[in-house]
Protein backbone atom coordinates (compact mmCIF):
# COMPACT_ATOMS: atom_id res chain seq x y z
CA UNK A 1 0.00 0.00 0.00
CA UNK A 2 0.96 3.41 -0.87
CA UNK A 3 0.08 6.85 0.79
CA UNK A 4 0.05 9.91 -0.96
CA UNK A 5 0.99 13.13 1.23
CA UNK A 6 -0.49 16.25 -0.45
CA UNK A 7 -0.39 19.96 1.07
CA UNK A 8 -3.72 21.74 0.36
CA UNK A 9 -3.63 25.02 -1.32
CA UNK A 10 0.15 25.22 -0.15
CA UNK A 11 1.57 28.16 -0.52
CA UNK A 12 -1.77 29.91 0.88
CA UNK A 13 -1.19 27.46 3.92
CA UNK A 14 2.45 28.85 4.63
CA UNK A 15 1.15 32.43 4.78
CA UNK A 16 -1.45 31.11 6.69
CA UNK A 17 0.65 30.23 9.77
CA UNK A 18 1.72 33.16 10.44
CA UNK A 19 -1.33 35.26 9.94
CA UNK A 20 -4.18 33.04 11.84
CA UNK A 21 -6.20 36.21 11.04
CA UNK A 22 -6.33 35.27 7.14
CA UNK A 23 -7.96 31.43 8.15
CA UNK A 24 -11.71 31.57 6.56
CA UNK A 25 -10.76 34.32 4.51
CA UNK A 26 -10.13 34.64 0.39
CA UNK A 27 -5.99 34.96 0.14
CA UNK A 28 -3.69 34.36 -3.31
CA UNK A 29 -0.59 33.96 -4.06
CA UNK A 30 1.31 36.05 -6.64
CA UNK A 31 3.65 35.08 -9.73
CA UNK A 32 7.31 36.62 -10.13
CA UNK A 33 6.82 40.23 -9.88
CA UNK A 34 3.23 39.91 -8.86
CA UNK A 35 1.65 39.47 -12.14
CA UNK A 36 -1.28 36.81 -11.60
CA UNK A 37 -2.52 34.31 -9.31
CA UNK A 38 -0.66 31.36 -8.99
CA UNK A 39 -2.57 29.72 -5.95
CA UNK A 40 -5.40 30.34 -4.25
CA UNK A 41 -7.33 29.65 -0.97
CA UNK A 42 -10.54 27.72 -0.96
CA UNK A 43 -12.19 30.86 0.12
CA UNK A 44 -10.56 32.66 -3.11
CA UNK A 45 -11.82 29.65 -5.65
CA UNK A 46 -15.40 29.67 -4.21
CA UNK A 47 -15.57 32.96 -5.46
CA UNK A 48 -14.41 32.11 -8.68
CA UNK A 49 -10.63 33.74 -8.37
CA UNK A 50 -9.31 31.62 -11.48
CA UNK A 51 -5.51 30.21 -11.74
CA UNK A 52 -3.58 32.87 -13.75
CA UNK A 53 -5.80 35.79 -13.29
CA UNK A 54 -3.84 39.04 -13.42
CA UNK A 55 -3.30 40.55 -10.00
CA UNK A 56 -4.51 43.99 -11.44
CA UNK A 57 -7.92 42.58 -12.67
CA UNK A 58 -9.05 41.55 -9.23
CA UNK A 59 -10.05 44.68 -7.60
CA UNK A 60 -12.69 45.20 -10.68
CA UNK A 61 -13.15 41.58 -10.99
CA UNK A 62 -14.57 41.29 -7.19
CA UNK A 63 -15.36 44.85 -5.78
CA UNK A 64 -17.15 44.34 -2.65
CA UNK A 65 -14.88 41.74 -1.62
CA UNK A 66 -11.18 41.74 0.25
CA UNK A 67 -9.08 39.46 -1.01
CA UNK A 68 -4.90 39.34 0.47
CA UNK A 69 -2.66 39.13 -1.93
CA UNK A 70 0.96 37.91 -1.12
CA UNK A 71 3.93 37.74 -3.24
CA UNK A 72 5.34 34.52 -3.76
CA UNK A 73 7.82 33.93 -0.52
CA UNK A 74 9.45 30.96 -2.05
CA UNK A 75 12.49 30.57 0.96
CA UNK A 76 8.92 30.55 3.07
CA UNK A 77 7.38 27.95 1.12
CA UNK A 78 10.57 25.34 1.05
CA UNK A 79 11.32 25.73 4.14
CA UNK A 80 8.02 24.73 5.09
CA UNK A 81 7.52 22.08 3.14
CA UNK A 82 10.96 20.85 4.12
CA UNK A 83 9.51 20.09 7.65
CA UNK A 84 6.28 18.98 7.00
CA UNK A 85 8.35 16.17 5.24
CA UNK A 86 10.72 15.43 7.82
CA UNK A 87 7.37 14.78 9.74
CA UNK A 88 6.06 12.34 7.21
CA UNK A 89 9.16 10.82 6.56
CA UNK A 90 9.37 10.15 10.56
CA UNK A 91 6.00 8.62 10.46
CA UNK A 92 6.38 5.93 7.51
CA UNK A 93 8.29 3.20 6.92
CA UNK A 94 9.99 4.25 3.55
CA UNK A 95 9.41 8.06 2.07
CA UNK A 96 9.98 9.39 -1.33
CA UNK A 97 9.48 13.45 -2.08
CA UNK A 98 7.62 14.13 -5.59
CA UNK A 99 7.38 17.65 -4.88
CA UNK A 100 7.53 20.38 -3.16
CA UNK A 101 4.00 19.95 -1.49
CA UNK A 102 3.37 15.84 -2.24
CA UNK A 103 5.33 12.66 -1.47
CA UNK A 104 4.64 9.08 -1.29
CA UNK A 105 4.75 6.79 1.70
CA UNK A 106 5.44 2.96 1.16
CA UNK A 107 3.84 1.16 3.83
CA UNK A 108 5.43 -2.21 3.85
CA UNK A 109 5.09 -3.84 7.46
CA UNK A 110 2.34 -2.04 7.98
CA UNK A 111 0.07 -4.94 7.16
CA UNK A 112 -1.72 -5.32 10.51
CA UNK A 113 -2.42 -1.61 11.18
CA UNK A 114 -5.38 0.56 11.01
CA UNK A 115 -4.21 2.86 8.17
CA UNK A 116 -7.32 4.94 7.74
CA UNK A 117 -6.27 5.70 11.71
CA UNK A 118 -2.95 6.21 10.62
CA UNK A 119 -3.48 8.53 8.11
CA UNK A 120 -5.72 10.82 9.92
CA UNK A 121 -3.09 10.60 12.99
CA UNK A 122 -0.74 12.03 10.72
CA UNK A 123 -3.17 14.19 9.56
CA UNK A 124 -3.48 15.70 13.62
CA UNK A 125 0.36 15.37 14.17
CA UNK A 126 1.27 17.78 11.12
CA UNK A 127 -1.90 20.30 12.15
CA UNK A 128 -0.43 20.27 15.34
CA UNK A 129 2.81 20.72 14.65
CA UNK A 130 2.94 23.73 11.67
CA UNK A 131 -0.91 24.36 11.73
CA UNK A 132 -0.86 23.49 7.67
CA UNK A 133 -3.51 21.00 6.75
CA UNK A 134 -2.76 18.35 4.25
CA UNK A 135 -4.65 15.22 2.63
CA UNK A 136 -3.78 11.74 2.64
CA UNK A 137 -4.73 9.48 -0.15
CA UNK A 138 -4.19 5.17 1.01
CA UNK A 139 -4.37 3.04 -2.06
CA UNK A 140 -2.26 -0.31 -3.72
CA UNK A 141 -0.76 2.03 -6.61
CA UNK A 142 0.67 5.17 -6.29
CA UNK A 143 -2.15 6.68 -9.04
CA UNK A 144 -5.21 5.14 -6.75
CA UNK A 145 -3.29 7.05 -3.99
CA UNK A 146 -3.13 10.42 -5.64
CA UNK A 147 -7.19 9.44 -6.61
CA UNK A 148 -7.85 9.04 -3.27
CA UNK A 149 -5.74 12.13 -2.02
CA UNK A 150 -8.23 13.82 -4.24
CA UNK A 151 -11.03 12.83 -2.25
CA UNK A 152 -9.77 13.31 0.58
CA UNK A 153 -9.16 17.10 -0.23
CA UNK A 154 -13.09 18.04 -1.37
CA UNK A 155 -14.98 16.10 0.57
CA UNK A 156 -14.64 16.89 4.46
CA UNK A 157 -16.09 13.66 5.57
CA UNK A 158 -13.23 11.65 4.97
CA UNK A 159 -11.41 13.81 7.88
CA UNK A 160 -9.00 14.16 5.26
CA UNK A 161 -7.39 10.82 5.20
CA UNK A 162 -9.65 8.75 1.91
CA UNK A 163 -8.35 5.15 1.37
CA UNK A 164 -9.21 2.59 -1.28
CA UNK A 165 -8.53 -0.92 -0.33
CA UNK A 166 -11.09 -3.10 -2.29
CA UNK A 167 -12.45 -3.34 -5.63
CA UNK A 168 -15.90 -2.20 -4.76
CA UNK A 169 -14.25 1.39 -3.37
CA UNK A 170 -12.01 1.43 -6.35
CA UNK A 171 -14.94 1.32 -8.69
CA UNK A 172 -17.02 3.85 -7.22
CA UNK A 173 -14.01 6.47 -6.87
CA UNK A 174 -13.10 6.16 -10.86
CA UNK A 175 -16.73 6.17 -12.14
CA UNK A 176 -16.48 9.67 -9.94
CA UNK A 177 -13.15 10.83 -11.28
CA UNK A 178 -12.75 12.74 -13.92
CA UNK A 179 -10.30 11.34 -16.85
CA UNK A 180 -8.47 14.57 -17.36
CA UNK A 181 -7.50 14.60 -13.56
CA UNK A 182 -6.03 11.30 -13.53
CA UNK A 183 -2.24 11.30 -12.88
CA UNK A 184 -0.56 11.73 -16.23
CA UNK A 185 -3.10 12.30 -18.27
CA UNK A 186 -2.42 15.74 -19.78
CA UNK A 187 -4.67 17.59 -21.32
CA UNK A 188 -3.85 16.81 -25.31
CA UNK A 189 -4.74 12.80 -24.03
CA UNK A 190 -8.06 13.98 -22.22
CA UNK A 191 -8.85 15.60 -25.49
CA UNK A 192 -8.59 12.61 -27.55
CA UNK A 193 -10.30 10.15 -24.71
CA UNK A 194 -13.15 12.24 -24.46
CA UNK A 195 -14.00 12.28 -28.14
CA UNK A 196 -13.69 8.31 -27.55
CA UNK A 197 -16.02 8.50 -25.14
CA UNK A 198 -14.06 8.01 -22.67
CA UNK A 199 -15.09 10.68 -19.70
CA UNK A 200 -14.48 9.05 -16.12
CA UNK A 201 -11.27 7.10 -14.94
CA UNK A 202 -13.99 4.15 -14.69
CA UNK A 203 -14.45 4.42 -18.84
CA UNK A 204 -10.14 4.75 -19.31
CA UNK A 205 -9.76 1.73 -16.64
CA UNK A 206 -12.96 -0.46 -18.12
CA UNK A 207 -11.03 -0.84 -21.53
CA UNK A 208 -9.06 -3.19 -22.81
CA UNK A 209 -5.52 -3.52 -22.01
CA UNK A 210 -4.59 -4.11 -26.13
CA UNK A 211 -6.80 -1.10 -26.95
CA UNK A 212 -4.51 0.84 -24.54
CA UNK A 213 -1.67 0.05 -26.23
CA UNK A 214 -2.66 0.60 -29.56
CA UNK A 215 -4.31 3.82 -28.79
CA UNK A 216 -1.39 4.75 -26.79
CA UNK A 217 1.73 4.29 -25.78
CA UNK A 218 3.23 2.28 -22.67
CA UNK A 219 3.00 5.96 -20.50
CA UNK A 220 -0.88 5.28 -20.95
CA UNK A 221 -0.70 1.65 -20.20
CA UNK A 222 1.37 1.99 -17.31
CA UNK A 223 -1.53 4.45 -16.10
CA UNK A 224 -4.06 1.57 -17.72
CA UNK A 225 -2.46 -1.02 -14.88
CA UNK A 226 -2.12 1.44 -11.89
CA UNK A 227 -6.25 2.00 -11.96
CA UNK A 228 -6.68 -1.49 -12.42
CA UNK A 229 -4.97 -2.23 -8.89
CA UNK A 230 -1.64 -3.34 -10.80
CA UNK A 231 1.57 -2.25 -9.21
CA UNK A 232 3.71 -0.79 -11.83
CA UNK A 233 5.37 2.51 -11.00
CA UNK A 234 8.83 1.71 -10.30
CA UNK A 235 9.80 3.62 -6.51
CA UNK A 236 12.67 5.86 -8.52
CA UNK A 237 10.24 7.39 -10.90
CA UNK A 238 8.25 8.59 -7.36
CA UNK A 239 11.64 10.23 -5.97
CA UNK A 240 12.67 14.28 -7.22
CA UNK A 241 13.84 13.27 -10.35
CA UNK A 242 17.46 14.26 -11.41
CA UNK A 243 16.85 16.92 -14.11
CA UNK A 244 18.38 16.24 -17.58
CA UNK A 245 17.92 19.99 -17.97
CA UNK A 246 17.71 23.30 -15.89
CA UNK A 247 16.21 26.52 -16.64
CA UNK A 248 15.83 29.56 -14.60
CA UNK A 249 14.04 32.39 -16.35
CA UNK A 250 11.84 35.16 -15.18
CA UNK A 251 10.24 38.78 -17.11
CA UNK A 252 11.65 41.76 -15.02
CA UNK A 253 9.62 44.18 -13.18
CA UNK A 254 9.75 46.86 -16.67
CA UNK A 255 11.29 46.55 -19.84
CA UNK A 256 15.50 47.26 -19.69
CA UNK A 257 17.84 48.32 -22.60
CA UNK A 258 20.88 48.29 -20.80
CA UNK A 259 22.61 45.34 -20.91
CA UNK A 260 24.36 45.97 -18.07
CA UNK A 261 21.14 45.65 -16.15
CA UNK A 262 20.41 42.35 -17.84
CA UNK A 263 23.36 41.08 -16.67
CA UNK A 264 22.35 41.62 -12.94
CA UNK A 265 19.47 38.84 -13.89
CA UNK A 266 21.50 36.62 -15.97
CA UNK A 267 23.92 36.58 -13.07
CA UNK A 268 21.45 36.16 -10.80
CA UNK A 269 19.97 33.00 -13.08
CA UNK A 270 23.34 31.48 -13.29
CA UNK A 271 23.87 31.65 -9.73
CA UNK A 272 20.91 29.62 -9.25
CA UNK A 273 21.05 27.02 -11.91
CA UNK A 274 24.12 26.26 -10.21
CA UNK A 275 22.48 25.85 -6.41
CA UNK A 276 20.33 23.50 -8.34
CA UNK A 277 23.07 21.67 -9.72
CA UNK A 278 25.19 21.00 -6.62
CA UNK A 279 21.94 19.83 -4.61
CA UNK A 280 20.95 17.26 -7.28
CA UNK A 281 25.34 16.11 -7.11
CA UNK A 282 25.14 17.07 -11.03
CA UNK A 283 27.38 18.89 -13.48
CA UNK A 284 26.36 20.54 -16.46
CA UNK A 285 28.56 20.60 -19.84
CA UNK A 286 26.76 23.15 -21.32
CA UNK A 287 25.54 26.62 -20.37
CA UNK A 288 22.50 28.56 -22.98
CA UNK A 289 21.09 32.18 -22.50
CA UNK A 290 18.06 33.43 -24.10
CA UNK A 291 16.76 36.87 -23.97
CA UNK A 292 13.54 38.23 -25.62
CA UNK A 293 11.30 41.43 -26.14
CA UNK A 294 7.58 42.34 -24.81
CA UNK A 295 5.52 40.24 -27.51
CA UNK A 296 2.28 41.71 -26.16
CA UNK A 297 4.01 45.43 -27.21
CA UNK A 298 3.17 45.12 -30.98
CA UNK A 299 4.04 48.94 -30.90
CA UNK A 300 7.79 47.83 -30.09
CA UNK A 301 10.43 46.33 -32.47
CA UNK A 302 10.70 42.99 -31.76
CA UNK A 303 13.78 40.22 -30.87
CA UNK A 304 14.61 36.80 -29.51
CA UNK A 305 17.99 34.87 -29.25
CA UNK A 306 19.03 31.98 -27.78
CA UNK A 307 23.23 31.35 -27.72
CA UNK A 308 25.24 28.40 -25.74
CA UNK A 309 28.77 27.57 -25.02
CA UNK A 310 30.01 24.54 -24.04
CA UNK A 311 32.30 24.55 -21.21
CA UNK A 312 35.43 22.65 -21.16
CA UNK A 313 35.25 21.10 -18.32
CA UNK A 314 31.39 20.36 -16.94
CA UNK A 315 31.02 21.59 -13.80
CA UNK A 316 28.32 22.75 -10.97
CA UNK A 317 30.47 25.91 -9.34
CA UNK A 318 28.77 28.93 -9.86
CA UNK A 319 31.81 31.16 -10.99
CA UNK A 320 32.21 29.73 -14.25
CA UNK A 321 28.63 28.93 -15.39
CA UNK A 322 27.88 32.92 -14.77
CA UNK A 323 31.25 33.80 -16.20
CA UNK A 324 29.67 31.76 -19.48
CA UNK A 325 26.57 32.84 -18.95
CA UNK A 326 27.61 36.60 -19.47
CA UNK A 327 29.53 35.47 -22.09
CA UNK A 328 26.46 34.52 -23.54
CA UNK A 329 24.57 37.30 -23.09
CA UNK A 330 26.99 39.64 -24.86
CA UNK A 331 26.51 37.40 -27.87
CA UNK A 332 22.42 37.64 -27.89
CA UNK A 333 22.23 41.01 -26.74
CA UNK A 334 21.63 43.56 -29.34
CA UNK A 335 21.07 47.31 -28.50
CA UNK A 336 17.91 49.23 -29.72
CA UNK A 337 15.55 46.63 -28.17
CA UNK A 338 13.26 47.02 -24.80
CA UNK A 339 13.85 43.84 -22.96
CA UNK A 340 11.18 41.97 -21.38
CA UNK A 341 12.61 38.95 -20.37
CA UNK A 342 15.63 36.58 -19.92
CA UNK A 343 16.65 33.11 -18.74
CA UNK A 344 19.74 30.62 -18.39
CA UNK A 345 19.58 26.95 -19.58
CA UNK A 346 22.19 24.35 -18.57
CA UNK A 347 22.16 21.01 -20.18
CA UNK A 348 24.58 18.10 -20.97
CA UNK A 349 23.77 17.41 -17.05
CA UNK A 350 26.02 14.13 -15.62
CA UNK A 351 27.02 13.03 -11.99
CA UNK A 352 29.67 15.03 -10.24
CA UNK A 353 30.92 11.50 -9.32
CA UNK A 354 32.34 10.78 -12.45
CA UNK A 355 33.42 13.94 -14.62
CA UNK A 356 35.00 14.08 -17.73
CA UNK A 357 38.12 16.90 -17.53
CA UNK A 358 39.90 18.47 -20.26
CA UNK A 359 43.46 18.22 -20.34
CA UNK A 360 44.34 21.55 -21.77
CA UNK A 361 41.81 22.73 -19.67
CA UNK A 362 41.83 21.32 -15.58
CA UNK A 363 43.57 22.83 -13.00
CA UNK A 364 43.24 20.66 -10.12
CA UNK A 365 44.38 23.01 -7.44
CA UNK A 366 41.60 26.22 -9.19
CA UNK A 367 38.89 23.01 -9.10
CA UNK A 368 39.21 22.82 -5.60
CA UNK A 369 38.89 26.18 -5.08
CA UNK A 370 36.34 26.78 -6.53
CA UNK A 371 34.02 24.04 -4.97
CA UNK A 372 35.44 25.71 -1.53
CA UNK A 373 33.78 28.78 -2.43
CA UNK A 374 30.96 26.99 -3.46
CA UNK A 375 30.26 25.15 -0.29
CA UNK A 376 31.31 28.19 1.80
CA UNK A 377 28.77 30.56 0.02
CA UNK A 378 25.87 27.28 -0.01
CA UNK A 379 26.74 27.49 3.57
CA UNK A 380 26.26 31.00 4.31
CA UNK A 381 22.94 31.01 2.18
CA UNK A 382 21.60 28.12 4.15
CA UNK A 383 22.17 29.40 7.68
CA UNK A 384 21.66 33.23 6.59
CA UNK A 385 18.55 33.17 3.79
CA UNK A 386 19.50 32.89 0.34
CA UNK A 387 20.86 35.45 -1.36
CA UNK A 388 22.99 36.77 1.56
CA UNK A 389 26.21 36.36 -0.22
CA UNK A 390 26.43 36.58 -3.41
CA UNK A 391 28.99 37.49 -6.99
CA UNK A 392 29.49 40.83 -7.04
CA UNK A 393 27.75 40.29 -11.12
CA UNK A 394 24.58 39.50 -9.08
CA UNK A 395 24.78 43.12 -7.42
CA UNK A 396 22.88 46.25 -9.15
CA UNK A 397 23.55 49.99 -8.76
CA UNK A 398 20.26 51.87 -8.09
CA UNK A 399 19.52 54.59 -10.63
CA UNK A 400 20.70 58.10 -9.01
CA UNK A 401 22.17 56.27 -5.97
CA UNK A 402 25.99 56.76 -6.72
CA UNK A 403 27.88 53.15 -6.37
CA UNK A 404 25.09 52.03 -3.90
CA UNK A 405 24.38 48.64 -4.17
CA UNK A 406 21.10 46.49 -3.63
CA UNK A 407 21.12 42.50 -3.90
CA UNK A 408 19.14 41.13 -6.68
CA UNK A 409 15.82 40.77 -4.62
CA UNK A 410 15.09 43.80 -5.22
CA UNK A 411 15.57 43.83 -9.36
CA UNK A 412 11.75 41.81 -8.52
CA UNK A 413 8.87 43.21 -7.87
CA UNK A 414 7.87 41.99 -4.77
CA UNK A 415 5.60 44.14 -3.29
CA UNK A 416 3.46 41.75 -0.98
CA UNK A 417 6.37 39.67 0.28
CA UNK A 418 5.52 37.91 3.86
CA UNK A 419 8.67 37.65 5.62
CA UNK A 420 11.28 35.26 5.74
CA UNK A 421 9.96 33.82 9.39
CA UNK A 422 11.70 30.54 9.69
CA UNK A 423 14.83 31.29 7.69
CA UNK A 424 16.55 34.55 8.96
CA UNK A 425 17.29 36.22 12.36
CA UNK A 426 15.97 39.15 11.42
CA UNK A 427 12.33 38.14 10.26
CA UNK A 428 11.41 36.09 12.96
CA UNK A 429 8.38 36.68 14.45
CA UNK A 430 7.67 38.99 17.52
CA UNK A 431 4.82 38.10 19.90
CA UNK A 432 3.79 40.95 22.06
Not at 265 to 290: D, N, P, T, W
Not at 394 to 409: D, I, S
Given at each position: ???????????????????????G???????????C?????N?????????????????????Q????????N?E??????????????????????Y???EG?C???????????????????????????P???????????A??????????????????I??????????????????????RK???????????????????????????????????????NGI???PV????M?????I?T????????????Q????????A???A????RQ???A????????????????????????????T????T?????????C???????????????????????????????????????????????????????????????????????????K??????????E????????R?T?I????
Amino acid sequence: MYALVDVDNCYVSCERVFRLDLIGKPVVVLSNNDGCVVARSNEAKRLGVKDGTPFYQLRDLFPQHNIYAFSSNYELYADMTRRLMNIVRNAAPEFHRYSIDEGFCTLKGMEGIDLKAWGENLYRTIKQGLGMPVSIGIAPTKTLAKVASKFAKKFPAYNHCCIIDDDEKREIALRLFPIGDVWGIGRKWERKLNTMGVMSAYDFAAHAQSWVRSSFNIVAERTWKELNGIDCIPVDDMDMVTKKSIITSRSFPKNITDIEQVKTHVAYYAARCAAKLRRQHSVAEVVGVFVDTNHFREDLPQYGMFRTLTLPTPTASTIPITQAALQCLNKVFLVGYQYKKAGVMVMGISPDSAVQTNFMDYDAEKYEKMKKIDEVMDHINKVNGAEAIVLGAQQYTVQGGKGKAEGFAQAIKREKKSPYYTTRWTDIIEVE
